[in-house]
């Protein structure tokens, strides 16, 4: 009955790292829907757009079968699984590498040092493209988890693992030696949904929206208070501030300016812009651009 009540779907995580972020983005969008982490499936009420949250495993396979139309998923799995989706955005959340690591201890110093030894990894498929890319001849040892033990259960030499901090692997007495793959969450479509008509136009809609909050992403908008005659420096000191919307207040010789800044950068210069003259300074969260 799921799959077939003819409404799209677009599958998440149920419950790990990506999780809240897909969340986060679909509302973002716009999208309204109750998300809770037991229920697999949670129908948006204002878009015609169903959620289906599952194990991330499973994604790939979900939106190649048509299970699923779109899916939010990390470019680790989908390469892994060499699932023939469409690409539609990098999402920029979800961000890990592919690592090789190697006991503290070991002589190992660069790839070619991997030559003959056994590399214990969840990632074979990508790892035997990397080793043959760097015609390297290793054993690949296959794991389901707990990657970071291998080596001290001496199941294999040295492993292949996403790696965030580094701090898992440290405390297993490991030490990266390369990169294999830098990984983020990708919103991925099934290469059919685009031929009927009907779909197409909802993922277009979507899309719009999805590149609005990301053009948003990190962005703020600014509003402050200041001697009219002290725009020119407030402009100096926000160089991204070039056609900041400049109004007259009834207090006469003080006008106000809004302009959209970096988050980044207004933390460098707030001081700055109060010494310069600005007040009743006001920062608000931007969701969506859409240009
Ligand atoms: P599931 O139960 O859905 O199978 P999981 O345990 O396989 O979950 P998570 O650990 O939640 O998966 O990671 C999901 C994705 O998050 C990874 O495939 C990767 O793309 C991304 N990710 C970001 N940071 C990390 C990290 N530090 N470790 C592992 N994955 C990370
Ligand atoms: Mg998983």
Redesign the pocket.
């Known amino acids: 009955m799921l799959a077939t009540n003819g409404r799209m779907k677009i599958a998440i995580?149920?419950?790990?790292?990506?999780t809240e972020d897909s969340v986060g983005l679909l509302r973002a969008c716009g999208l309204n829907f109750e998300f809770q982490k037991q229920s697999l499936y949670s129908p948006c009420s204002n878009f015609d757009l169903d959620v289906l949250a599952i194990?991330?495993?499973d994604i790939p396979e979900y939106v190649q079968d048509g299970v699923a139309d779109l899916g939010i998923i990390?470019e680790?799995?989908l390469q892994e699984r060499r699932a023939k989706v469409n690409r539609l955005a990098m999402l920029g959340f979800?961000?890990?590498r592919l690592m090789i690591s190697v006991p503290l201890k070991s002589q190992i110093r660069k790839i070619k040092d991997l030559k003959g030894l056994r590399i214990g990894t969840t990632y074979p498929v990508i790892l035997k493209s990397f080793l043959n890319a760097n015609r390297i001849k290793a054993e690949i040892v296959k794991l389901s988890g707990s990657v970071e033990l291998a080596p001290s259960l001496n199941v294999a030499d040295v492993i292949c693992d996403?790696v965030?901090t580094g701090t898992t692997a440290k405390m297993n007495g490991l030490r990266t030696l390369c990169m294999v793959m830098e990984?983020q969450a990708v919103l991925v479509a099934n290469p059919d949904v685009m031929h009927d008509k009907n779909k197409r136009k909802v993922i277009e809609r979507l899309m719009i929206r999805v590149r609005g909050s990301q053009e948003a992403g990190g962005k703020r908008y600014l509003m402050m208070n200041a001697p009219a005659n002290s725009v020119q420096k407030l402009k100096r000191l926000i160089p991204s501030l070039k056609s900041p919307t400049v109004v007259p207040l009834a207090q006469t010789g003080m006008v106000a300016i809004h302009t959209v800044v970096a988050e980044d950068i207004f933390w460098d210069v707030m001081e700055k812009l109060k010494e310069a003259g600005a007040s009743d300074i006001i920062v608000v969260p931007i969701e969506i651009i859409i240009r």
């Open positions: 995580q149920r419950n790990g790292r990506l194990r991330d495993d990390g680790n799995i979800g961000g890990c996403i965030s990984s």
